[in-house]
């Protein structure tokens, strides 16, 4: 597996990969790598003769309350886990190397950033993402690049960039992967007490209670019924505190009024202490 | 010469192009082309094998007040000169097939884009020309890119925003095309009446009266100096109305106090009538 940290070799090792007609795929992540991430890998080895995973904490989509500074990280464990996955190339550039004195583009997209976590992490939030994912696409030159579908509003964003701006890459999403009790991995999750960490099923169990109730009534229930049950199911867990509960249209992002099964998206974000977990379901 | 207006016809002739390793080159223009286009289409001609020219009269780039529904067009003379000067495909692409419905995505580049046009045209200006000039980029995937100089703001903020977003392309510059009197090559001149034709020319007059009195005073000249001279030049010419005058670093277009030969751009935007024109001179 081959370790870059310079942008120009990282394009120079993609450009000598697409001249032999190899596909090439990736994978960017902010490292402190979990059994999420790795099934992004498998998943990218599955479409791609050439998989690059990057690791990088992108400072520009943290706003200035959040967490940049206690960020996990684990580089050597990162690259062990990446090396038994089969990843060709990991890429870890500095921040200078991504952001150079002078820099002063940024990619955007409207409406579909204005909601859930873009309307509660800042209008910076998906800015950021936008901007570096941008930046990952045009170094590598990918047919695919892989994402999770926890960060559902990330994934939706993205593969809306990518069709706007005629970015020449298959965004595709895959599933979440979970812990035995349901709780979505995440980097995060180190940050939780035992105690916390019990705590934190409360969003895996919101979720499966609305699906429940929905198919209990035959595949109808209003909005605000689906909402009200996820808050009444969090607001018990101890040291849980609702960023948003919120019901959407799974491609537009736009409010509805009743979960339209195969087309609706229930969107959790929970502070647990001081962590904010992320979940979500498509009903 | 092959003549495309999808979007996606485009993307695959030009990675056919590429997967036989030919450079392909692109010239973005919004079409009534003059002698300055067709030597920007020399000049990618020189620099790839597979030249594609684009005509878009791009919607986003103008303001309200601006003359989006007048810009002058000539597509069967455009085709005819392209023909002859050896353009190898012309994208001439619908305004839906570059903004479908549920366009959401953009492209800006901060600081560079607050003064001379920018400030003048307003904020949108170069975000819809970024925008544009990416999806451009994107569609194509030509290893350089021509500009004119004309536009000099136009051309610095590509080159940012291609640099910071590591767009794997050349963006090049070339110079500006006049007619014999001087007045700078633009399909807007297209608007004159013969007396404002003839006042036109005090841009050039202006730009080589600062040019010469720079040369008598041995090379050193205030900002205040040039701009009022130029200012003097232009606001004794009939109908002509200043936009601006400035004296800018020709890299960062950040204000000088001093010309500093070799890197100080001479900026002007100048109305004669309800034509607004522009010209620059690197002093």
């Keep these: 597996m081959r370790q870059i940290a310079e942008p120009q070799r990282l394009r120079a090792l993609c ?11 990736l994978v960017p992540t902010m490292g402190f790598l979990h059994e ?69 583009s940024h990619v955007m997209v409207e409406g579909l950033t204005d909601v859930l976590c873009g309307a509660s992490r800042g209008p910076g939030h998906f800015q950021g993402v936008c901007t570096v994912v941008t930046k990952l696409l045009n170094m590598v030159g990918p047919c695919s690049a892989v994402f999770g579908e926890k960060d559902y509003q990330q994934l939706r964003v993205i593969q809306r ?15 979440t992967v979970r ?41 109808t229930l209003s909005a ?7 808050r009444e199911i969090i607001e018990a867990a101890p040291e849980a505190r609702i960023d948003y509960v919120d019901v959407r249209h799974a491609h537009t992002l736009e409010p509805l009024e009743t979960v339209v099964v ?13 962590t904010r977990l992320i979940d979500n379901l498509t009903l």
Tied chains: 1, 2.
């Design 36 to 104: 999420g991430h790795l099934s992004l890998v498998r998943r990218a080895r599955g479409l791609a003769d050439f998989v690059v995973v990057t690791i990088f904490v992108n400072p520009t989509q943290f706003s200035p309350s959040e967490d940049l500074d206690r960020y996990p990280n684990d580089l050597i464990g990162d690259l062990a886990k990446l090396e038994a996955v089969g990843a060709d190339c990991v890429f870890v550039p500095t921040r200078d190397a991504i952001y150079p004195a002078g820099f002063s």
């Design 161 to 175: 960039m990518a069709q706007d701006l005629d970015l020449p890459v298959e965004v595709v999403g895959a599933p």
């Design 224 to 230: 605000a019924e689906a909402i009200g049950l996820a």
């Design 179 to 219: 812990e035995p009790d349901g709780l979505a991995l995440s980097s995060r999750n180190a940050y939780l007490s035992p105690d916390q960490r019990q705590a934190a099923t409360c969003l895996y169990r919101a979720l499966q209670a609305v699906r429940a109730r929905i198919e209990r009534g035959g595949g």
């Design 15 to 25: 450009e000598e990969q697409r001249a032999q007609h190899r596909r090439v795929g």
């Design 262 to 274: 195969g087309q609706t998206v229930l969107a959790l974000a929970v502070f647990v202490g001081r």
